[in-house]
C-alpha cells in the first residue's frame, strides 16, 4: 500500500491564480480530511468526508473548495489564491470504526507559497 | 465544537530525563477520543499514543504514557528516559465519535532533546 499521496509536493502560485492539490488514498478508508499548518502552529481543517459524496467544512474554509466523487480521493481547490493561503498542506485519512480503526494516516504534505 | 490547548509552546529536556507535555480540551460529548501525534522535522505525522475517553485506565506505548483526567479535561504527555529521535512537535488531538467525525488540533509543543 502507498498509504496517502499528496501531490504535488512544492508549488509557487502567483496571486489570483487556482490550483488543485491532489490526494488519493489506498486504504479504502471512509473518512478523508484536509489541513492547513502555519509556520509553528497546528493543523487547523479546513474540509473533511465522511465517504464518497460527503464533505463537510472544519474551522477555514473559505478560499477553498473540495469534492469526493470516489472513496480514494479527495482534491483540494484553491480559487483566486492569496498570500494568506501560503502554508503548508496535510490530507489525510482514517477508517470507520472505533478503537484502532480512529488512528489517522497523513500525507507527506503539499508546501504551498503564493507571490 | 471542541478545542484543544498546548500552553507550552517549547520545552527542553536532557537525555534520559523525563518530561511531560500538557494539553486540556473542551468539549459537551461524553465518549470522545484524544491522540498525540509526533511530527519531527521530515514533517511526517505520526501516531504516538491513543486514549478512549470510556477508558478509565490511562494508555502506555513503551517510554510514552498519558495522564487522563477526564473531569479536569485534562490529557498530559509523559516520555520516560528520552531519546534524541525524540526530538519534534508534539499534538494533542481531539476526535468525537459518531458520524460527523472531526479530528482537532492543538498548537504543539516543540520539545528538544538535548545530550
Known amino acids: 500500500n502507498a498509504g496517502v499521496t499528496q501531490t504535488p509536493k512544492f508549488r509557487i502560485l502567483k496571486i489570483g491564480q487556482s490550483m488543485t492539490l491532489q490526494c488519493t488514498q489506498d486504504m479504502n478508508h471512509n473518512y478523508m480530511y484536509w489541513y492547513r499548518q502555519d509556520p509553528g502552529m497546528g493543523l487547523k481543517l479546513i474540509y473533511y468526508s465522511v465517504g464518497a459524496g460527503i464533505t463537510d467544512k472544519g474551522e477555514v474554509p473559505n478560499g477553498y473548495n473540495v469534492s469526493r466523487s470516489t472513496t480514494e480521493d479527495f482534491p483540494l481547490r484553491l480559487e483566486l489564491a492569496a498570500p494568506s493561503q501560503t502554508s503548508v498542506y496535510f490530507c489525510a485519512s482514517r477508517p470507520s470504526g472505533q478503537g484502532k480503526n480512529t488512528e489517522a494516516f497523513f500525507g507527506q504534505g503539499t508546501r504551498l507559497t503564493v507571490v | 465544537a471542541q478545542t484543544v490547548t498546548q500552553s507550552q509552546p517549547e520545552m527542553s529536556v536532557q537525555e534520559a530525563e523525563t518530561v511531560t507535555l500538557s494539553c486540556t480540551y473542551d468539549?459537551?460529548?461524553?465518549?470522545?477520543?484524544l491522540f498525540w501525534y509526533k511530527q519531527p522535522p521530515s514533517r511526517q505525522m505520526i501516531l504516538v499514543i491513543r486514549q478512549e475517553a470510556y477508558k478509565q485506565q490511562n494508555a502506555t506505548e513503551n517510554r510514552f504514557s498519558v495522564n487522563f483526567q477526564k473531569a479536569a479535561k485534562s490529557f498530559s504527555l509523559k516520555i520516560s528516559d528520552s531519546q534524541l529521535g525524540d526530538t519534534a512537535m508534539y499534538f494533542c488531538a481531539f476526535m468525537n465519535t459518531g458520524t460527523a467525525s472531526k479530528l482537532t488540533f492543538g498548537t504543539g509543543t516543540r520539545l528538544q532533546v538535548t545530550l
Open positions: 468539549t459537551s460529548e461524553s465518549n470522545y477520543y
